[in-house]
């Protein structure tokens, strides 16, 4: 069965410290791999996301996002952290088949920024 | 950017009673969406809808839930009889054809139910 990991629940960093948020998937097939912010009173918003390719994919807001296919994992990285990055992020797998297109997400981490 | 747009942002209702949760999603969208994420929980997929029928639905989605474009440009999900356990936030998405789509979400919709 499909299913998202994310095995921090709540990381407090450092505004300027780098930043790295943990995502392990379980897919059957090639998996399409998202990462969503959500700011308080906001929908998700995007990051970025990987389909195929270049297995580091580079989103808005200074986030990347590495896919490695040994380890099951799709880590959202940015190398400096600001006060207005502190949100809820969520990995997702997207699960494709027929006209659906369904996301599976992972229970989010609650991203802190000390100043 | 485009925007979906849930109303209202908070709803609280008393247990046994009809809501009806609504969303207008990005007008050349065709896919539809509702999820649903109880307080400390996962966000998970309750149902998508295209061209004009369910196209897929959860374990959650029982008979008690029931979508609908009435108008062509709202999208809403009606839970008949609410119970506690309804309470969550729902957030509505939409999108445009083909697989890899950006999925746009609404903000939601807090669901208190008492």
């Known amino acids: 069965a499909q299913s998202v990991t994310q095995p921090d629940i709540h990381i407090t960093v450092s505004e300027g410290a780098s930043l790295e948020l943990r995502c392990n998937y379980s897919?059957?097939?090639?998996?399409?791999l998202f990462w969503y912010v959500q700011s308080p009173g906001q929908g998700l918003q995007l990051l970025l996301k990987?389909?195929?390719?270049?297995?580091l994919v580079q989103g808005i807001k200074g986030f990347e996002a590495e896919f490695k296919r040994s380890q099951s994992s799709f880590n959202l990285r940015k190398p400096s952290v600001h006060w207005s990055d502190a949100a809820e992020y969520f990995c997702a797998v997207g699960a494709y088949g027929g006209a659906t297109n369904k996301l599976i997400f992972g229970t989010g981490t609650l991203l802190a920024v000390q100043p | 950017e485009p925007e979906v747009t849930q109303t209202p942002s908070h709803q609280v209702t008393q247990m046994g009673q009809e809501v009806i949760l609504r969303c207008v999603p990005i007008?050349?969208?065709?896919?539809f969406y509702w999820y649903r994420q109880i307080l400390g929980q996962k966000v998970e997929f309750l149902v998508s809808?295209?061209?004009?029928?369910?196209?897929?639905k959860s374990e959650i989605f029982d008979d008690q839930f029931s979508v609908e474009r009435p108008d062509g440009s709202n999208f809403t999900l009606k839970i008949r009889s609410t119970k506690l356990e309804d309470s969550a936030m729902y957030f509505c998405?939409?999108?445009?054809?083909?697989?890899?789509?950006?999925?746009?979400f609404g903000s939601g919709t807090q669901l208190s139910v008492l």
């Open positions: 990987y389909f195929s390719g270049d297995t």
């Open positions: 007008s050349n969208h065709l896919y």
């Open positions: 897919y059957g097939a090639t998996p399409y």
């Open positions: 998405a939409s999108r445009e054809t083909g697989m890899n789509e950006k999925l746009f």
């Open positions: 809808f295209y061209n004009n029928e369910i196209s897929e």
